[in-house]
């Protein structure tokens, strides 16, 4: 078969400029994986009788013991609800809670800590803003705009919004190697366009979308942007300020953090604008039977007691990466995934899927004649952990003329010797079906 040679990949524009302005000579000289992964006791399991190479990142990263302790921490000596009494575990618990809220803040610079709302997920941030916002908003005829790249998490809620509406939703295509059109983007937008949705970073071919220039051109037209930055927030330094989108969501387990938490970041004038999505405790100012008024944000769209501890969990857990410094991790997983591809690319069998220019540490391949399935169950046998299926990202599956891919994601743990074990992996894989 003749391969598809894949061009290596050029460091971020973001990756660049985060790397430009640390103050370490050499990021790379600074950062020593060895300690690192010492700090990941789950990266010390074995599995089938090899040692555990984990490159599933992308679906959900490992937490290091600075977060595990930080939890334990929490449940042994400050947990209680929170905002609701003054004795001293509420008070505890409530200051933990709204310092985790600054420390998020400050980790995507926002302007406000009110402007950060803890949520469950990524998912649940952009299901708010399209059944606050979105309600409130978008009316028939309207039009939003996806892309062809987006996560199930950014389709469907749109497309439940415009089912109600009877709005339309637009697509930006990409090219074949997984670059968005920014031509066909910029003809998409008219009178009728109301939003944009797209992702930051591509969980499915790694591609890093041109997000700030898509944000100004959307801008221009007076039409906000909301970006999905599941995958951008745990490899790039993200500041809400300088791409200057109005909605900005990502989730704390793909940050080395817990599961059921994640933000939903919006400027004060938009919050303060939309009406609650859900009601409960803590999201009120008061409650009579004929009317109720609504806490100021973020409270208003916190309903019910939050998740207190993944909250201060997730805190420790961009403690800890702020620790190491996102140009350091960015650029250590760049030269992973520079790697990663150009021996991929030289494998007779595989075909890279998803080459382009600007990517974050995920790779997608097809081994020629061997279903995605298959390659993961043999992988697992050696020991790695991949991704194989739709990614959630079914459109773009069609779109590329798969049903499935197999996926190997990289986090700032991982190491060229996980490199060269999928490789050796592959290689195992190719032979039972030679
Ligand atoms: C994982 C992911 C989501 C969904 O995140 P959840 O944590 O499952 O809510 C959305 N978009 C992208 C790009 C993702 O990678």
Not at 189 to 201: E, I, M, Q, S, Y
Not at 221 to 247: E, M, N, R
Not at 419 to 433: E, M, P, S, T
Request: glycine content about 8%; aromatic content about 6%.
């Amino acid at each position: 078969m003749s391969q598809l040679l894949a061009p290596k990949p050029n460091l971020s524009p973001a990756a660049t400029a985060a790397t430009a302005s640390a103050n370490t000579a050499s990021p790379a000289a600074a950062f020593d994986v060895a300690r690192i992964r010492h700090d990941f006791p789950i990266l010390g399991l074995s599995v089938a009788g090899k040692p555990l190479v984990y490159l599933d990142n992308a679906a959900s990263s490992q937490m290091p013991q600075a977060v595990i302790d930080r939890l334990v921490h929490y449940q042994t000596h400050e947990h209680a609800n929170i905002h609701r009494a003054v004795h001293y575990l509420s008070e505890t618990a409530t200051a933990a809670y709204e310092a985790a809220r600054v420390t998020l803040q400050r980790f995507i610079n926002a302007p406000e800590a009110r402007e950060v709302i803890f949520t469950s997920g990524t998912t649940d941030s952009i299901n708010l803003v399209a059944q606050s916002w979105g309600r409130q908003n978008i009316k028939a005829g309207d039009e939003i705009i996806l892309t062809v790249l987006e996560h199930h998490s950014n389709i469907v809620p749109w497309q439940m919004l415009a089912q109600e509406k009877g709005a339309t939703i637009r697509v930006v295509p990409m090219n074949d190697a997984g670059e968005l059109e920014l031509d066909a983007y910029q003809a998409l937008f008219n009178a009728r366009t109301r939003l944009v949705c797209v992702g930051h970073v591509s969980n499915a071919l790694g591609s890093i979308h041109p997000v700030k220039e898509m944000i100004d051109f959307a801008h221009a037209h007076g039409v906000p942007v909301l970006v999905d930055g599941a995958q951008a927030a745990p490899h790039l330094a993200v500041d809400v300020q300088a791409l200057g989108c109005d909605f900005y969501a990502f989730s704390g387990h793909k940050l080395c953090g817990p599961t059921g938490i994640g933000i939903l970041y919006g400027r004060a004038a938009l919050l303060e604008a939309m009406p609650p999505y859900k009601g409960g405790g803590d999201m009120i100012h008061t409650v009579t039977f004929e009317k109720t008024t609504y806490a100021p944000i973020p409270n208003k769209f916190e309903a019910g007691t939050p998740p207190i501890a993944a909250a201060i969990g997730l805190a420790a857990a961009v403690d800890y990466i702020s620790g190491i410094g996102m140009s350091v991790i960015a650029a250590h997983e760049h030269s992973l995934l520079a790697d990663a591809t150009e021996q991929l690319a030289a494998m007779a069998g595989v075909r890279l899927i998803g080459t382009a220019r600007h990517k974050a540490a995920v790779l997608s391949f097809a081994l020629q004649g061997i279903h995605p399935h298959d390659v993961g169950t043999l992988l697992n046998q050696e020991g790695v952990a991949v991704r194989t299926g739709h990614h959630c990202a079914q459109p773009l599956m069609a779109r590329l003329g798969v049903a499935a891919t197999s996926r190997a994601s990289f986090a700032f743990y991982n190491t060229h010797a996980d490199v060269d074990a999928l490789v050796a992996g592959i290689r195992a894989v190719q032979k039972v079906f030679a």
